[in-house]
């Protein structure tokens, strides 16, 4: 199994920046890609950006300018840098890690952190 705990959240206001902070704990070696995802009120959960554990970033088309995903494995975490804050950024931040087969190549399971407020607003 594998713990997320996620911290960083916040208030800011627009055009600010804030960086999330994820650390995974557990089973850590089965651990693949990570990724962080929002979701607003009223709205589904939405891919924010993911990152191989070699690396290999994806984000999504409306973020990539002013998001940047890393990550550490030797500190078994994962880290969102938010810049050019929005009022439509505001959302629960959810961490996510993919927990591999022994090949390492086919996910088993999903697991979720408990998410961070983060709240753009004047």
């Known amino acids: 199994q594998v713990q997320l705990v996620e911290s960083g959240g916040g208030l800011v206001q627009p055009g600010g920046s804030l960086r999330l902070s994820c650390v995974a704990s557990?089973?850590?070696?089965?651990?693949?890609?990570m990724g962080w995802y929002r979701q607003a009120p009223g709205r589904q959960r939405e891919l924010v950006a993911a990152?191989?554990?070699?690396?290999?970033?994806n984000y999504a088309d409306s973020m990539k300018d002013r998001f940047t995903i890393s990550r550490d494995n030797a500190k078994n975490t994962v880290y969102l840098q938010m810049s050019m804050l929005k009022p439509e950024d505001t959302a629960v931040y959810y961490c996510?890690?993919?927990?591999?087969?022994?090949?390492?190549?086919?996910?088993?399971?999903?697991?979720w952190g408990q998410g961070t407020q983060v709240t753009v607003s004047s």
């Open positions: 557990g089973s850590i070696s089965s651990i693949g890609a």
């Open positions: 996510n890690a993919d927990y591999m087969d022994p090949t390492g190549l086919v996910p088993l399971e999903y697991y």
């Open positions: 990152i191989t554990r070699g690396g290999i970033t």
